[in-house]
Nanobody, 116 residues
């Protein structure tokens, strides 16, 4: 199995920044993309951003121009730089790894809380 270790969550004031990290290890075959989802209490999990092995990125409209996803292919680590955070960004953030012939593997989540 693939293990995903997330870090970087915490409490921050509105307008502040956080950087999330997610490192993949274990039974890695071939990672074709990595990404981040988030889920607020009582709401469905939503896609935040993805990045392919080639570096192509995609963002949810709500985080464009504020969040930046990046990847270190050597370390199998994906990052999410979050700037200009808003209270509505408060959620548990989950990283995901997409592998050839395997599909998606999820991290355990890290809490991000943005105070007003």
């Amino acid at each position: 199995q693939v293990q995903l270790v997330e870090s970087g969550g915490g409490l921050v004031q509105a307008g502040g920044s956080l950087r999330l990290s997610c490192a993949a290890s274990g039974s890695i075959v071939s990672i074709i993309a990595m990404g981040w989802y988030r889920q607020a209490p009582g709401k469905e999990r939503e896609l935040v951003a993805t990045i392919t092995s080639g570096g192509s990125t995609n963002y949810a409209e709500s985080v464009k121009r504020r969040f930046t996803i990046s990847r270190d292919n050597v370390k199998n680590t994906v990052y999410l730089q979050m700037n200009m955070l808003k209270p509505e960004d408060t959620a548990v953030y989950y990283c995901i790894v997409y592998q050839t012939r395997v599909g998606g593997s999820w991290g355990q989540g890290t809490q991000v809380t943005v105070s007003s």
